[in-house]
Every structure is written in structure tokens, then in C-alpha cells.
């Protein structure tokens, strides 16, 4: 069965950096459409980048400029790069399977990686 775990959130000041991971089991990765998305308590749910089976990548204009999604298929994983964060980053994030960009529906996500960025 699809699995997939996430890793690297943290506690962060204002304008520092992240790396989350996210390593994903129990099917062809390569072919999917994968992406992020974050929840923050209070707040609805919301897509943050993609990244296709071609390597092409989309993403929401909150976090354009900051933050790069990429994927490494011969090791199953999923990449965010968070850069410049700002407190209103602070979400728990996950990866999931999406049928097409960033905005599109996600599926079989993670248990998320919490990211906490203080002022």
C-alpha cells in the first residue's frame, strides 16, 4: 500500500530555512504527479507546489521565490526547499499524490512535518 513519510520540519526564526523530505513506498513514485501541501490550526487547507512526473513544477504565489519543490526518482523522494520563511509559513505540512497542480486534489498523504517559524 502507498505509504508516505515526511521529515525535516523544525522551529525556525523568521527568514531562515528548511529542508522537508518526503520518502514514498508501495508504488511506481516515477509516474505521479507529487506535491505539497500545509494545514495551519484554524485555516483551511492549502497546496503549495507540485512537481510532475516530467519534472515540471507549479506552485502558489504565497511561496514563489521562496520555496522549490523537487523530487529524486531513483530514491522515491520528495523535496521542499523552504527559504525566507515568515511566520505565517507555520503549518503542518504534508506530501501527497496530485492529479495536477499545486491546486489539484491530493491524495494518500503523509503524517506531516510540523514547521514552526518564530518572529
Known amino acids: 500500500q502507498v505509504q508516505l513519510v515526511e521529515s525535516g520540519g523544525g522551529s525556525v526564526q523568521a527568514g531562515g530555512s528548511l529542508r522537508l523530505s518526503c520518502a514514498a513506498t508501495?508504488?511506481?513514485?516515477?509516474?505521479?504527479?507529487m506535491g505539497w501541501f500545509r494545514q495551519a490550526p484554524g485555516k483551511e487547507r492549502e497546496g503549495v507546489a507540485a512537481?510532475?512526473?516530467?519534472?515540471?513544477?507549479s506552485d502558489a504565489d504565497s511561496v514563489k521565490g521562496r520555496f522549490t519543490i523537487s523530487r529524486d526518482n531513483s530514491k522515491s523522494t520528495l523535496y521542499l526547499q523552504l527559504n525566507s520563511l515568515k511566520t505565517e509559513d507555520t503549518a503542518m505540512y504534508y506530501c501527497?499524490?496530485?492529479?495536477?497542480?499545486?491546486?489539484?486534489?491530493?491524495?494518500?498523504r503523509g503524517q506531516g512535518t510540523q514547521v514552526t517559524v518564530s518572529s
Open positions: 512537481i510532475d512526473s516530467d519534472g515540471s513544477t
Open positions: 501527497a499524490k496530485v492529479d495536477t497542480d499545486y491546486r489539484g486534489n491530493y491524495a494518500a
Open positions: 508501495g508504488y511506481t513514485y516515477s509516474y505521479y504527479c
